[in-house]
């Protein structure tokens, strides 16, 4: 089955029209989407500024572990909120650039957790024992940082993706600006 | 007549891009700020890093968070002048701003009191950081809702 044919079901399943039309569901599980990225995405931001050689009056143990568990429960709130966002209108988001975008950065993260997983963040008492944050971990922040904010910029641009620009748009765009 | 006075909506309407980055730039910092407050609320309520470490948390997230604000308000301030008529008017969207308002002073008094302060009974703590989390996630709300109602 196709990834397009799987968003066709997906957006045929009674649940998914019900939820689309809502006019409080809809927007209520965005609003959880987005506060899940404050309080979760504010402490991924925690442990990178950590990371960077900021926030020093934590250890970087104590960030890591304790914020590991809630970390890892805001993030399945969150996907499932977005599933269900995406998944309601699943023919919509899979033409949508912003969405493929925001869905390759997301596995760019995974992938970033698994190469940097022992060296960095299991490794953080020996972290915590160096003089200076070694620069595999800054380097670790750095792309975290990088990709998160990419995922929730992506997120946000998903819904102003209005079908592809016709190339007389493209032709007209530096006419406009110069204008 | 407003279209040709509001410089801010003039640029949003020659540069496409503008309106959409500068909500790109206010989701990102709020979660900056709130991230960070809502970190020493949860180590109030003992939820993960210890309520010990709540005062040293305030302290050295002071900066990050007040930056943040910063970029919120600029960036906010940039989105409301798009449209101003459409924003004082709603009703959602007074009800966000009071909360953020509150949510502000509650954040630079009784918060910030309470978190920096060891001897404060449990109670207390989790009282203020209960306030605290449902004035913040009130502000997210009616910022969404108001673009749905």
């Known amino acids: 089955m196709s990834l397009a044919a799987i968003a066709r079901w997906l957006e045929q399943r009674e649940w998914a029209g019900d939820f689309s039309a809502s006019q409080w569901l809809y927007p209520s599980v965005l609003a959880i989407h987005l506060t899940?990225?404050?309080?979760?995405?504010?402490?991924?931001l925690v442990t990178n500024l950590r990371l960077l050689g900021f926030l020093r009056s934590q250890s970087l143990t104590d960030v890591v572990q304790k914020l590991r568990f809630w970390k890892r429960t805001?993030?399945?709130i969150m996907v499932t909120c977005g599933g269900l966002l995406a998944g309601s209108e699943a023919e919509k988001y899979y033409v949508n650039p912003y969405f493929w975008i925001k869905m390759t950065l997301s596995a760019l993260i995974g992938v970033h957790g698994m190469?940097?997983?022992n060296s960095v963040y299991r490794n953080t008492a020996e972290l915590d024992g160096a003089q200076t944050m070694p620069s595999r971990a800054k380097l670790a922040a750095a792309l975290s940082l990088i990709l998160w904010i990419g995922v929730v910029c992506a997120g946000r641009m998903?819904?102003?993706y209005v079908g592809p620009r016709s190339l007389a748009a493209w032709v007209k765009l530096p006419y406009a600006l110069w204008r | 007549m407003l279209i040709q006075?509001?410089?801010?909506?003039q640029a949003m309407i020659e540069n496409q891009w503008l309106f959409p980055a500068?909500?790109?730039?206010h989701i990102v910092s709020f979660a900056l700020s709130i991230g960070m407050i809502t970190l020493v609320d949860l180590s109030l309520l003992g939820i993960g890093l210890q309520r010990k470490a709540a005062s040293r948390l305030v302290?050295?997230?002071d900066l990050w968070t007040l930056s943040g604000f910063v970029v919120i308000v600029f960036s906010g301030l940039l989105l409301f002048a798009s449209d101003?008529?459409?924003y004082y008017l709603s009703s959602v969207f007074q009800i966000k701003i009071t909360c953020l308002v509150l949510a502000v002073l509650f954040n630079y008094t009784i918060h910030r009191k309470v978190a920096l302060s060891a001897d404060a009974s449990g109670v207390v703590s989790k009282m203020v950081a209960g306030v605290s989390l449902v004035l913040w996630i009130a502000v997210i709300f009616g910022g969404l809702f108001f673009s749905f109602a």
């Open chain 1, 36 to 44: 899940c990225i404050a309080i979760f995405g504010g402490m991924i």
């Open chain 1, 74 to 76: 805001g993030f399945v």
């Open chain 1, 115 to 117: 190469v940097f997983r």
């Open chain 1, 158 to 160: 998903i819904g102003y």
């Open chain 2, 5 to 9: 006075t509001n410089v801010v909506l």
């Open chain 2, 22 to 25: 500068a909500e790109c730039v």
């Open chain 2, 59 to 61: 302290r050295s997230t």
């Open chain 2, 84 to 86: 101003p008529d459409h």
